[in-house]
């Protein structure tokens, strides 16, 4: 059993910054990866960053060079992975979800954590 729990959503007005977290626990098999993906309302949910067990990182084109995901190492195995979003922009408001894929057969979601940015 793998838990996910994500935190730091809120508003906040264009340009601001927030730092979302991703508290990763349980049994988790390797290779991994884990990802924030986004959904705006009536849209589709969509990869913004990734990070893989090995430290890679990769970011969707609209977010490059002011985000940036990062993952630190707890007891146990356990990781938190954050999402510092730096510069934000009304196309930024979504709910953000991780979602952590493993073991090439597994995939678990966060419940979401929602980020408003008004202009």
């Known amino acids: 059993q793998v838990y996910l729990e994500e935190s730091g959503g809120g508003s906040v007005q264009a340009g601001g910054s927030l730092r979302l977290s991703c508290a990763v626990s349980g049994a988790i098999f390797s290779p991994n990866s884990i990802g924030w993906y986004r959904q705006a309302p009536g849209k589709e949910r969509k990869l913004v960053a990734l990070?893989?067990?090995?430290?890679?990182?990769?970011?969707?084109d609209p977010v490059k060079g002011r985000f940036t995901i990062s993952r630190e190492s707890r007891d146990n195995a356990d990781y938190t992975v954050y999402l510092q979003m730096n510069s934000l922009k009304s196309e930024d408001t979504a709910v953000y979800y991780c979602c952590l894929r493993h073991g090439y057969a597994y995939t678990s979601w966060g419940q979401g954590t929602q980020v408003t940015v008004s202009s």
């Open positions: 990070i893989t067990g090995d430290g890679l990182r990769n970011y969707t």
